[in-house]
């Protein structure tokens, strides 16, 4: 019959034994959340808010063509644009924190933790004249002004209503020598050009865009079918303009740009450009932004399809003394010093190293604590054993042997079970094996000095 205490020690071995295998596994699947969370984190997409306008305008529908591109390609960068009733707004929200970035242009009052990420286009100053409006049905066949020294005294229609142009017109005067306030200026709408052309209190006329813009190009023929053909003035204090002011930018406007017949302007003329970008704050992510820039240029010539502005866009002066500085993870894209992936989460990496170290520390610890009892019982049977070693030497009986035996093969089962269950190592078990081998040695002996006793207790009766 077997031990009823031995039958409940196997039984709480057991429970304990299962209890153990679900600590283990709960802390597996702990250790795979976290980390799945982790790598969830650090891989899931970014996604930044940008704010452009008006609503219609060309900025708003590139921005919103980029936002579709980037969601469609699956890229690590995702666009969320805020549509704003203009630049002023856009540029408030972003100084607001309510943007991550933002569409602005370049010689506009910005933040000064505002950084370049990429340059949507440049826009350039053309300022061109025109005879007056007919009298009596006839037309003046040249016009008003002919240079920009004749100004003065003369009023200028400035497409577009943001104080921009008309601080950028006011510094081209100054720097060409002329009073800025013998200048009168109005303001048009830029779907105004019709009604600009055909007001006869303007003699000159000025536009801020990309060289192709369509206002500019309407606005030029506007003038042309109200007035007569047009007079291009050339701004020639454009280096002088971009020296003082590295915002500004000279550059020159191709022959037949705007019409090849007849040909307009006819020869190529100097001007003034500005850029027109798209800014970050200096504390926005390295990563996020070099991840933005990477999409947007290695999507350009897609987007360049679907909407031909987009060619236009330009990588930003990562010199350290630009006028707009760019932004370093931009920089670090354009310059071919982007971090890799070891190299950006090197210390997650040995965080979690450490992190796994540990639970296994832990996990040893509390196997250990856990088994703490059945090491003790262990060493308490290896105790016993030695001590039956003893027993056996005096052992007056085979039925005292027997008991001792049973007793010694009941140490055996739980030493196997200890080690099965990992709480004894195969030197510890080598121990036992070793005491056993000695009790079995003692038992043989006992029974043999047991047995030549009982065989010489009949002689000596016979005798």
Same mark, same amino acid.
């Given at each position: 019959?077997?031990d009823p205490n031995d039958n409940n020690a196997r039984s709480r071995r057991r429970r304990k034994r299962k209890s153990y295998a679900l600590l283990i596994l709960a802390a597996g699947m702990l250790a795979f959340g976290v980390a799945a969370g982790t790598l969830y984190y ?27 591109? #980037? ?116 303001? /048009? ?107 947007? #240029? ?42 890799? /992936? ?5 210390? +997650?990496?040995? /965080? ?20 703490k009892d059945e090491r003790e019982q262990y060493i308490v049977h290896r105790d016993h054993l030695l001590e039956l070693i003893s027993r056996v030497r005096t052992a007056e009986t085979p039925g005292e042997l027997a008991e001792m035996q049973g007793a010694a093969d009941g ?7 200890? +080690? ?18 000695? #009790? ?24």
């Amino acid at each position: 019959m077997s031990d009823p205490n031995d039958n409940n020690a196997r039984s709480r071995r057991r429970r304990k034994r299962k209890s153990y295998a679900l600590l283990i596994l709960a802390a597996g699947m702990l250790a795979f959340g976290v980390a799945a969370g982790t790598l969830y984190y650090v891989l899931r997409p970014t996604t930044l808010r940008i704010a452009v306008g008006p609503a219609g305008s060309e900025d708003q529908k590139l921005i919103q063509l980029m936002a579709q591109t #980037f969601a469609r390609e699956g890229g690590s960068v995702r666009l969320a644009p805020i549509t704003t009733e203009g630049t002023a707004q856009s540029i408030a929200l972003f100084t607001a924190g309510k943007a991550d970035l933002a569409v602005a242009r370049g010689d506009l009052n910005l933040p000064a933790n505002a950084e370049a990420v990429a340059i949507l286009r440049k826009n350039v100053v053309v300022l061109w004249s025109a005879p007056g409006l007919p009298t009596k049905g006839k037309k003046q066949s040249t016009p008003r002004v002919k240079t920009l020294d004749a100004l003065p005294g003369h009023r200028v229609g400035v497409i577009g209503r943001t104080e921009a142009n008309v601080k950028l017109l006011r510094g081209i005067l100054k720097e060409s020598g002329i009073d800025p306030d013998k200048v009168a200026v109005s303001q /048009f709408a830029t779907n105004q050009t019709s009604e600009m052309a055909r007001d006869p209190t303007i003699d000159a006329f000025m536009a801020v865009g990309p060289l192709k813009s369509k206002i500019t190009v309407d606005a030029i023929a506007a003038t042309a079918v109200a007035r007569g053909e047009p007079k291009f003035l050339p701004i020639d204090v454009a280096d002088a303009i971009a020296k003082k002011n590295p915002i500004y930018e000279s550059e020159e406007i191709p022959g037949s740009i705007f019409n090849s017949s007849p040909a307009r302007p006819e020869d190529k003329i100097d001007t003034v450009a500005v850029s027109h970008l798209i800014i970050a704050p200096k504390s926005l992510s390295e990563t996020a932004v070099a991840a933005f820039a990477r999409q947007l #240029f290695t999507n350009r010539q897609q987007l360049a399809r679907e909407m031909p502005t987009a060619s236009q866009i330009e990588k930003p002066d990562t010199d350290k003394d630009a006028a707009l500085p760019a932004h370093a993870g931009a920089a670090a894209y354009i310059d071919g010093n982007e971090r890799t /992936f070891l190299e950006k989460y090197t210390d +997650y990496i040995w /965080f979690a190293v450490l992190i796994v170290s540990g639970l296994g520390s832990a996990g040893a610890w509390l196997r250990h604590y856990w088994n703490k009892d059945e090491r003790e019982q262990y060493i308490v049977h290896r105790d016993h054993l030695l001590e039956l070693i003893s027993r056996v030497r005096t052992a007056e009986t085979p039925g005292e042997l027997a008991e001792m035996q049973g007793a010694a093969d009941g140490m055996l089962r739980e030493a196997l079970d200890c +080690y099965d269950d990992g709480t004894i190592e195969d030197g510890d078990l080598s121990v036992i094996g070793l005491a056993l081998e000695q #009790f079995h040695h003692a038992v043989t002996d006992r029974r043999v000095v047991l047995g030549a006793g009982e065989a010489g207790m009949p002689r000596m009766r016979a005798s």
